[in-house]
């Protein structure tokens, strides 16, 4: 079983208020994923994590989001400016190294931009 | 973009088997992972496959054709408590991210 945290379960904001929500990787695990799921159930990678440096990240979260995962501290993801598209279960993952093939993912952040 | 397709639907009776069907069509290829994930829960990981054929893990089994860009899980002996859906996701060679499927969601009768 995933010991991967994530807080909070449920998160409810306006649109154009910031959305912050966090996750305590699985310890000794130093990549950490952050992906988005949407109502249709499709996954989008917003971006990745060697311990505290950023390894890869797509358009969208380079420009409204903004993550760190600063060492002995929960990782973070953070929306700037929330809109009703962001609305979305939000997955962090871990993994054991780089080149390890499973990712155990948390339960997740649900969000809903009214 | 990077496809990977499922179909969104599977029924099957308790007993019997189902195999959950994923093409891709992506610009890298570092192997397939297969997730199950439950109403409300994370993504549990199933099995990772990167060489070609059939790998039999038991109640979960998994197949690879790279030069169809195809794979399938086949659960064997289902119980209704197999009922989830199944994503897989292709792990490209970029560190390790992976691009998921819609996933399919298998409905196991009695």
């Known amino acids: 079983n995933s010991k991967v945290i994530q807080t909070p379960r449920y998160l409810v904001k306006g649109q154009g208020q910031k959305a912050k929500m966090r996750c305590i990787p699985e310890k000794g695990h130093p990549v950490v994923f952050w992906y988005q799921q949407n109502k249709n159930n499709e996954f989008k990678f917003l971006i990745n994590?060697?311990?505290?440096?950023?390894?890869?990240q797509i358009d969208m979260t380079e420009k409204r989001f903004s993550a760190e995962c600063p060492s002995n501290s929960p990782c973070s993801l953070e929306i700037q400016s929330s809109e009703a598209g962001d609305s979305a279960l939000y997955l962090c993952?871990?993994?054991?190294?780089?080149?390890?093939?499973?990712?155990?993912f948390g339960p997740g952040t649900r969000l809903t931009v009214l | 973009g990077q496809g990977v397709e499922q179909p969104d639907n599977l029924m099957s009776v308790e007993g019997t088997f189902a195999r959950v069907n994923c093409t891709y069509s992506t610009s890298g290829f570092n192997g397939l992972s297969w997730y199950q994930q439950r109403e409300g829960h994370a993504p549990v990981f199933l099995s990772y496959v990167v060489l070609d054929g059939l790998k039999d893990s038991g109640h979960f089994s998994t197949f690879l054709s790279r030069s169809n860009g195809y794979s399938y899980l086949l659960l064997t002996e289902l119980q209704i408590k197999d009922s989830a859906s199944y994503l897989c996701?292709?792990?490209?060679?970029?560190?390790?991210?992976?691009?998921f499927g819609s996933g399919t969601k298998l409905t196991v009768e009695p």
């Open positions: 993952a871990s993994s054991p190294s780089i080149g390890g093939y499973e990712q155990y």
């Open positions: 994590f060697q311990n505290q440096e950023v390894l890869q």
């Open positions: 996701a292709v792990r490209m060679p970029n560190y390790n991210v992976l691009y």
